[in-house]
């Protein structure tokens, strides 16, 4: 499973960003039938789950991003989206997506964001 991450930054507390996360070699079909999630590692973390959306249309959020984060999909461009506003100097962590799903798992290669105050 090929992943490709985009949309990492720099903002100052309390701006917004959007990760984009593409499966370009997944047919629309396999997409659909996929789990999407993304992951951040802050450095000397744990890497952490902070949203999925399933393939029957559930989504879950990590408690400390509830209400700041926003995960969707598009099928048709085969892409998982991470509205993330709100930001605070605690989400700096490289974020990772992550696809499972019938045909196995992959991880995209991480994209950083950094929140300063």
Same mark, same amino acid.
């Given at each position: 499973?090929?992943?490709? !991450? =985009?949309?990492?930054? +720099?903002?100052? @507390?309390?701006?917004?960003? /959007?990760?984009?996360? #593409? !499966?370009?070699?997944? *047919?629309?079909? @396999?997409?659909?039938? =996929?789990?999407?999630?993304?992951? /951040?590692?802050?450095?000397?973390?744990? /890497?952490?789950?902070?949203?999925?959306?399933? +393939?029957?249309? /559930?989504?879950?959020?990590?408690?400390?991003? %509830?209400?700041?984060? @926003? *995960?969707?999909?598009? +099928?048709? %461009? %085969?892409r998982?989206? $991470?509205? *993330?506003? @709100? $930001?605070?100097?605690?989400?700096? !962590?490289? &974020? &990772?997506?992550?696809?499972d799903?019938p =045909?196995? #798992?992959?991880?995209?290669?991480?994209?950083?964001?950094?929140?300063? +105050?």
């Amino acid at each position: 499973v090929q992943l490709q !991450a =985009y949309g990492g930054g +720099s903002v100052q @507390t309390g701006g917004s960003l /959007r990760l984009s996360c #593409a !499966a370009p070699r997944m *047919i629309t079909s @396999t997409f659909n039938q =996929y789990n999407m999630g993304w992951y /951040r590692q802050a450095p000397g973390m744990q /890497r952490e789950l902070v949203a999925m959306t399933n +393939s029957d249309g /559930r989504k879950n959020y990590a408690d400390s991003v %509830k209400g700041r984060f @926003t *995960i969707s999909r598009d +099928s048709s %461009k %085969k892409r998982v989206y $991470l509205q *993330i506003n @709100t $930001l605070q100097p605690g989400d700096t !962590a490289v &974020y &990772y997506c992550h696809a499972d799903g019938p =045909y196995g #798992a992959g991880w995209g290669q991480g994209t950083q964001v950094t929140v300063s +105050s």
